[in-house]
């Protein structure tokens, strides 16, 4: 079955990157079926959706407006993984990051990592 | 982008009693792209309903949605001891951003 598994720093300081990556077993990164979603959760914010990346014959992304100027989501097909990296972080940005599948007709969120707290601090 | 409002935000019952949860949309949600989730702590969100009204592989009869356009329901039909949990409602599809619902929590009375 499909299986995602996180890793990353869990403390990153502010101004700098944080970067998380969520490696696929069960699935390919490259499949025309899917989506590969980065999804992060705070006490003050909630769930929010940040962005994914897709291929249809080239790799597409889309991202949250809210993060658009910060984030970058990259496929990694030698390793069939995809990663976050968002910049100039700052307190705000501490929360459990989570990739998940989109999958089916929509490409609902059925399949998730177990979540990387990554906080931020000096 | 869609807001979803959910309500109630906390929903006391016991074990045995029927519970229901709404989640209300800013505008229409395309092809009922509706999903529910159940959180419990320390774990990801688990998918429970897709399509407003599809139960996701391996999720009980007790748990069924409903609702399209703006207004969705979650029921779950008999409380089990292992239901009391968070659920978010998201809308998902083809136009990002794809919105979580603030939650509702329910909690053993």
């Known amino acids: 079955q499909v299986q995602l598994q996180q890793s990353g720093p869990g403390l990153v300081k502010p101004s700098q990157t944080l970067s998380v990556t969520c490696a696929i077993s069960?699935?390919?990164?490259?499949?025309?079926?899917?989506?590969w979603n980065w999804i992060r959760q705070s006490p003050s914010r909630g769930l929010e959706w940040l962005g994914r990346?897709?291929?249809?014959?080239?790799?597409?992304?889309d991202y949250a407006e809210f993060v658009k100027s910060r984030i970058t989501i990259n496929p990694d097909t030698s390793k069939n993984q995809f990663s976050l990296k968002l910049d100039s972080v700052t307190p705000e940005d501490t929360a459990v990051y989570y990739c998940?599948?989109?999958w089916g007709s929509g490409w609902y969120l059925g399949i998730w990592g177990r979540g990387t707290l990554v906080t931020v601090s000096s | 982008e869609i807001v979803l409002t959910q309500s109630p935000g906390t929903l006391s019952l016991s074990p045995g009693e029927r519970a229901t949860l709404s989640c209300r949309a800013s505008?229409?949600?395309?092809?009922?792209?509706l999903a529910w989730f159940q959180q419990k702590p320390g774990q990801p969100p688990r998918l429970l309903i897709y399509?407003?009204?599809i139960r996701a592989t391996g999720i009980p009869d007790r748990f069924s949605g409903s609702g399209s356009g703006t207004d969705f329901t979650l029921t779950i039909s008999r409380l089990e001891p292992e239901d009391f949990a968070v659920y978010y409602c998201?809308?998902?599809?083809?136009?990002?951003?794809?919105?979580f619902g603030g939650g509702t929590k329910v909690e053993i009375k």
């Open positions: 998201q809308q998902y599809g083809s136009s990002p951003p794809f919105t």
């Open positions: 505008q229409s949600v395309s092809s009922s792209y």
């Open positions: 399509g407003a009204s």
């Open positions: 069960g699935d390919s990164v490259s499949t025309n079926s899917a989506g």
């Open positions: 990346t897709y291929y249809r014959s080239k790799w597409y992304n």
């Open positions: 998940a599948r989109g």
